[in-house]
């Protein structure tokens, strides 16, 4: 983790099965009062060193924010202001890794490479030649700033031969596209709402 969270981060505990890896929500919510929500422009964090050129750190986060903003929208109202009943969507992007599509096209179909890549995943939990990102999130209440949740989470790639031939940011968009859903998704649950 990074400093986007802060002295926070320390509240992080393993998240459900199936979900973000780390999570902590504010039990002291009344969820069903907050309906609208401001997404503020998505942060890229990275050391010094980052392989990621500030152009494709534009991109990410241009497009991230864009996932972020349309599926928003379809559950609750977006405001670009602070006021009651709104809460404040902070989203950052991790350094994100890119996938080397010809070696990974190698690495699912000549056997040998196969077996190379099945040797990384078991030492790493991560397939060789495959993108990833990571993203911390946070949401708080627009006007006192109190937590009111945060999570953490990263996803890779996968071995399939669909995703084998994707551009450099293929995997990177995936996991954004999955996060996007997933974030209304989450808070629309807090508030009692059936999710598809």
Not at 4 to 22: M, N, Q, R, T, Y
Not at 115 to 139: D, H, I, P, R
Not at 171 to 189: C, E, H, T
Request: a negative charge; hydrophobic letters at 45%.
């Amino acid at each position: 983790m990074t400093g986007f969270l802060g002295p926070d981060a320390s509240k992080l505990a393993p998240g459900p099965e199936g979900g973000v890896a780390l999570a902590w929500i504010n039990p002291n919510v009344q969820w069903a009062s907050y309906t609208k929500i401001q997404l503020m422009p998505v942060e890229f964090w990275a050391a010094a060193d980052s392989k990621v050129s500030q152009a494709d750190q534009a991109v990410l986060t241009e497009y991230f924010y864009n996932a972020l903003q349309t599926n928003l929208s379809k559950s609750f109202t977006l405001v670009d202001q602070p006021g009651r009943g709104v809460m404040t969507l902070h989203v950052a992007l991790m350094d994100a890794t890119t996938a080397v599509p010809g070696l990974r096209t190698v690495s699912v179909i000549v056997p040998q490479a196969r077996v190379l890549n099945m040797a990384q995943s078991l030492a790493t939990s991560s397939y060789a030649f495959v993108g990833s990102a990571e993203a911390e999130m946070k949401v708080t209440d627009s006007v006192s700033g109190e937590l009111l949740a945060e999570a953490v989470d990263q996803r890779a790639g996968g071995m399939g031969l669909k995703s084998a031939a994707s551009f450099k940011w293929g995997d990177a968009q995936n996991a954004m596209d999955y996060w996007a859903q997933k974030i209304p998704n989450r808070l629309s649950q807090l508030q009692g709402k059936t999710t598809s």
